[in-house]
């Protein structure tokens, strides 16, 4: 009589490879998921930081008595920057001096850069505009300043197809980031216009 074969115990080569196929396909479905919930919370982490760089230009312009100037960077980093004497750096950080044009009655006076929130993937810039002018991204700013007032600029870009508007309020010195394009603003800034004319 023939005794039944006992089983050993371990995994076949078989039984290894199928788990090994079924994790590396739930791993091939899943990496594209994943990559696009961190794309999506990079950019709205961009939208934030954007308030929050207007709020530090405000504060800081406030606090000490400096010009603050936003701009963007030739590699296209939004950057905030102090108008300051590079020998006397404000607020206890390391700086690093910036070419640019002399902005003070000083010729020692240059913007000294403080902070940047680099652009995540997925987002462009791709309309500028200072009071009511368009201009080149080279050219756009936004200066905040010690009575609480900041230049009337917006910024237009884009992410994964999304269009958004950076607002900067003069009289403020605050800002908002909303949906829509600077032709979208421009629009209801001229409807709004009629209306008033109407009723005046």
Not at 80 to 109: C, H, I, K, M, R
Not at 115 to 141: H, N
């Amino acid at each position: 009589m023939m005794k039944g074969r006992i089983r050993k115990g371990g995994f076949t080569f078989v039984e290894v490879s199928v788990v090994v196929f079924v994790i590396t396909l739930m791993a091939a479905l899943a990496t594209p998921w994943l990559r696009a919930v961190q794309r999506s919370q990079e950019a709205l982490g961009f939208r934030l930081s954007l308030d929050t760089i207007a709020q530090e230009a405000r504060r800081l312009s406030l606090e000490g008595q400096n010009n603050m100037l936003i701009n963007i960077s030739d590699d296209g980093q939004i950057q905030l920057q102090a108008t300051v004497d590079p020998a006397n750096v404000p607020f206890g950080q390391t700086t690093q001096e910036q070419e640019g044009p002399v902005t003070s009655t000083s010729d020692n006076v240059r913007p000294a850069m403080l902070t940047s929130i680099p652009m995540p993937e997925g987002t462009s810039l791709v309309d500028f505009q200072v009071a009511d002018e368009r201009i080149t991204q080279q050219d756009w700013e936004a200066g905040f300043y010690p009575d609480g007032t900041a230049d009337r600029s917006a910024l237009e870009f884009e992410q994964d197809g999304a269009s958004y508007i950076w607002i900067i309020d003069p009289a403020q010195g605050s800002s908002r980031v909303i949906p829509g394009t600077l032709d979208d603003l421009e629009q209801e800034s001229w409807e709004a216009g009629q209306i008033e004319q109407r009723i005046g």
